[in-house]
């Protein structure tokens, strides 16, 4: 399998990133998590094909991990897609995309799909099965509004991927990367504690614990961009590919 940082940048497009989305391939997989804002525009420079899209995952509702979704279903629509299509995530999902469907393309909810369209709201520390691929949300720490918030322990093919979200640091996490083959975390800063985002250090304290195999750092601030460069791990740059 591999996965493929379509996006990895933070809200504020910090060193000219694109939003959270990643790209999930292996013989039997093909998945995303989170679909921010600019992700179509980022998937098509990328050459992905999005019909072959079976899973999204949303860890949240924030628009540079959600806003994404509008554009990515109007895309299916008139491309002509006929695959099935499930989106999973948080409470509350299907009213959510609803909604932001309406804000961003007025009645756009209300058409009716050539596709066959499921939203799956996930229980946290509860694991979904869709096709081969088994998921289970941890929850995370990241403010009040824009949730609830998920991150995801993704098994696939033999192969674990775990992903923080945005989040502060929450003991949840343990479980969630316990010894994934990939484990991509959030380091918003390098050393200074920001309220609902990890710092790198703190990070750093845990991942003993956390026994990973490998880890890639993604939605990075300036200040951590700053830094890249003398970094001993691995910074995801859109466009990156990780073999899992």
Known sequence: ??????????????GGRANTCFHLT??????LIDCGASSLPAMKRLGIVRDAIDLVLITHFHGDHFAGLPFLLLDAQ?????????????E???????????????NSSKTKQRFELSVVALAPERTSSFGEVKVTP??????????????YRVEA??????????????ESLIPLAHGAD???????????VVKNHLSLTTLEQHLPEIDAKRLVLTH???????????????????GMVVAV
């Not at 292996?26 to 998945?31: D, K, Q």
């Not at 951590?224 to 691995?234: A, K, N, Q, T």
């Open 220 to 238: 990075m601030s300036d200040d951590m961009l700053s830094r890249v460069r003398e970094l001993p791990y691995l910074a995801a740059e859109d």
């Open 78 to 90: 008139f491309s002509r897609r006929t695959r099935p299509l499930t989106i999973a995530g948080p």
């Open 138 to 151: 941890y929850p995370v720490v990241h403010g009040e509004s824009g949730g609830p918030f998920l991150g």
């Open 157 to 170: 093919e033999g192969r674990v991927v775990a992903y923080t979200a945005d989040t502060e640091w929450t």
């Open 1 to 14: 399998m591999q996965l493929r940082f379509v996006g990895c940048g933070d809200a504020f497009g910090s």
């Open 182 to 192: 990939l484990f991509i975390a959030e380091a918003y800063m390098y050393d200074k």
């Open 92 to 106: 509350g999902i299907e009213t959510r995309l609803r909604e932001v469907m309406e804000a961003l393309f007025e």
């Open 26 to 31: 292996g013989e039997r997989t093909n998945l």
